[in-house]
């Protein structure tokens, strides 16, 4: 096949811009030029010279000699104008940002199909770990029961740090931070949003339904306190936010991020730091575990390299799922095994638990655990940052058969 000669407008110089020049640099069998960057801060110093960067993006949206947008900013809103803008200009997409894809993910598949243009987002899931493209190509005659994982590096860290070295959690944040690895907000990362695009966005090569990120519950971990450390330390357990998507039936599916007890003969138990990790569980492949760094320059800059190349080979995403339709259905009738740290009994009370194995009050906290619905958690999802609580699933599965008792059992994977 041969090989489109790539002339590349660059938007964006931050973290995962600047790493992917570095990748591009050091990158022998692959050669593309970089024409211009196109970045907002004019006072910023930059490591190369200034001649590189242009702060008008009409410098690369029309310059017709340009074939190839990367998009690597933060702002959700202008990339989506700046991504829109060139396809419709007939330039093929590279792009990083989960948000922007979650959002306007059915628009942005339409606008590739109208306008005979690429879009390729590989590095906004799991960094450098290419499920997507795995899931296009290997798994798109598979019958997927369910995808769960560690989507988001930065509360990976946190968590890590908490648990392994007893590091409190503003100050793992701000290591997170510092390393790259945050968002220039964190609070999507804390509070569970950037997992919740990332799954958005695996979702619709999975199953073939482009989500709005509005109607999946998400569970962060800005509330966890070390007495959420140490009960699961004390039960051998490490908590990792997993989001998670599943067919609840055929044509349906469910899916939520919720922080989630691991036990250390789980596949994702060692997956610390800012390693991310997708487990997918399969009708004739079985179960199968990818797992990569999650977040950084370099990391990100590959995946987003991989993208580059790909597209010189005229590569598309061909949504084989979304062609096939079979999945048809989401829903939040779905029930969860969750541990509920909390104080107050009428706040406890809100979540309608509808069986309890586990009760403890003690001098300074109170548990519970017990069974909820996926949908009673969403009703609270407005009021869950005001209270005085924590939740992580159990990860125990609930098998509920007609005429008979709810067995709960322990996941395998
Ligand atoms: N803030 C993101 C994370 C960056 O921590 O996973 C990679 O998408």
Redesign the pocket.
Known sequence: MTREKLRIGLFGYGCVGQGLHDVLNSSNGFKADIVKICVKDRAKKRRIPMTNFTYDKNDILNDPSINLVVELIDDAAEAFSIVSTAMKSGKNVVSAN?MMVAKHFKELVELQKKYNVSLLYEASAG?SIPIIRNLEEYYDNELLYSLRGI????TNYILTKMHNEGIPYSEALKG?QEKG???SDPTL?VEGW?AKYKLCIITGHAYGLFLDPEEVFHYGINKVSEFDVKYAREKGFKIKLVPYVGKTNDNTITSFVLPRFISPDKYLYNVDN?YNGVIAEAAFADKQFFCGK??GGHA?GSAVLSDISANSYGYRYEYKKYQQGTVSNYTRQHKIEIYLRYNDEKEKDLFGFEEVSEYFCGRFYKYVIGVVNLEKLYSLRKQLPLLDVFIVNTGRKINSQKGADKEIQEEQI
């Open positions: 989960k960094a989507l988001n590096g930065t997170a690895f945050a968002e990362d950037d800012e999650g977040a990100t």
